[in-house]
């Protein structure tokens, strides 16, 4: 694994947000100014191709990335921007219970209003 790899590998690993590969890019900038944001797009790539990371795909922002490979759903808060990891369990067991399939891996994004900003005023971030 190259240095470059391997710091963003631990710059993911070692945070709880699902971080754009912009904010990646400027976190590994910090620690190794001589890295390319293309450098960057292509690690990001590599591993998730490696089944390292996950890329969240977003209607409304850039991918994220997140570091945790079992099966999970996501909100997206239209309040604050956060994309937050929300566990609804039994999901893959109902799909493929329902539809008679085999779920290797899946994704849902859910738009909404995170926990701490249900209760505030809505301002919506994303039309």
Known sequence: MTRQRQLIYEIIMNTDAHMSAD?????????MPSIALGTVYR???LMVEDKE?????????????D???IPHEHLHC???????D???GGLKELLEARAEITVLDYQLNIRGLCSA?????K???YQ
């Open 23 to 31: 904010e990646i890019y400027q976190m590994a900038k910090s620690e």
């Open 43 to 45: 690690n990001l790539r």
């Open 53 to 65: 990371i996950r890329q969240i795909a977003s209607d409304f922002g850039p991918d994220r990335y």
């Open 67 to 69: 570091r945790n490979m």
């Open 78 to 84: 239209e309040n604050c921007g956060k994309l937050v």
């Open 86 to 88: 929300i566990t609804l």
């Open 117 to 121: 900003c249900k209760t505030k005023p």
């Open 123 to 125: 301002k919506i971030m």
